[in-house]
């Protein structure tokens, strides 16, 4: 396995974006998901959801746990989420396959009941919203891992949209993260296999 800051080629012999490291999860993630086109109300709560609890830990940390999550969250059907009630957060802060953090917990039953109630009933719904912040493509693909940001004027904007419908967990770096994997923007680097020319 060769190794430079921004690209690793592992021993599948496939150059990849160098966050992924040699961890067999990350590498499916990075394949499989990051960076390519989600769509529908349920997926973007769940990925919404999910880098919520992220925030302050490692992705890998959230990816490991995801079927936990899922299990929890009722497949993350904002419907079946809406409806949970203070025995559901005592449940969920019982559940170890999980991250137990009572905001983001609470959080997540509150942005279901806000999409159930007023975002679906917009058009285009979740996506929609999402999506109309979805910047134009870049002028010339990122070589180096610094130069991707954390934050742009469109995740804040989107941030923005979300909290003004009363969103919660949902800051700048967050809705980055989220426009990274969910397709709004590719940040495959140069000379990753998944970089489409």
Not at 52 to 67: H, K, N, P
Not at 165 to 182: D, E, N
Request: glycine letters at 8%; hydrophobic letters at 40%.
């Amino acid at each position: 396995m060769s190794l430079t800051p921004d690209v690793l080629t592992g021993g599948d012999g496939l150059p990849r974006c160098g966050w992924v490291g040699d961890d067999q999860e990350y590498r499916r993630y990075h394949d499989e998901e990051w960076g390519f086109a989600l769509h529908g109300d349920r997926a973007l709560f769940e990925k919404l959801s999910l880098e919520a609890f992220q925030s302050g830990l490692s992705w890998i940390t959230i990816l490991r746990r995801r079927e936990g999550f899922r299990r929890a969250f009722a497949g993350f059907d904002p419907t079946a989420v809406a409806s949970f009630d203070e025995e559901d957060v005592a449940r969920l802060l019982d559940d170890a396959s999980i991250i137990r953090n009572r905001s983001k917990v609470e959080a997540t039953i509150a942005n279901a009941r806000l999409l159930v109630t007023r975002i679906a009933h917009e058009p285009g719904g979740l996506d929609g919203l999402v999506w109309r912040h979805a910047p134009e493509p870049r002028a010339q693909r990122p070589r180096r891992l610094a130069e991707l940001p954390a934050t742009t004027a469109e995740s804040s904007a989107l941030s923005r949209a979300l909290k003004s419908v009363g969103w919660r967990f949902v800051g700048p770096t967050t809705a980055y993260a989220l426009m990274q994997s969910a397709g709004l923007v590719d940040d495959h680097l140069a000379g990753c296999w998944r970089a489409s020319p």
